[in-house]
């Protein structure tokens, strides 16, 4: 192998290097984009779960209110009427 192979060897030998360190670029970037997009994507989420929690105390805040209509309907109506059934049964 005289110097002039040797030197073609040489320079095909970073030719194979350039090329492996330029997939391996391609590949961080690759990678890179995919977490930039997980973390748009998880930031998503916690958007919407923020939402689902404001969702469910509403939905809290309309069981609380309908408890409390559900038990003034009965204080006004259901009790005077059970306490007359009452006393016409006690008479």
């Known amino acids: 192998m005289n110097s002039n192979d040797m ?4 320079v ?7 090329e492996m360190y330029t997939r391996y670029v391609k590949g961080m970037e690759r990678i890179n984009q995919l977490y930039t997009e997980s973390i748009k994507n998880v930031e998503k989420m916690n958007e919407l779960y ?3 929690i ?3 105390e509403r939905m809290n805040e309309l069981y609380k209110d309908i408890q409390t209509m559900n ?15 009452q006393e016409k049964m006690e008479e």
């Open 54 to 56: 404001k969702g469910n």
């Open 12 to 18: 095909r030998y970073f030719e194979r290097m350039n």
């Open 7 to 10: 030197y073609n060897e040489f």
């Open 50 to 52: 923020k939402e689902l």
């Open 71 to 85: 038990l003034d309907w009965l204080d006004l109506f259901w009790r005077p009427w059970m306490k007359k059934q």
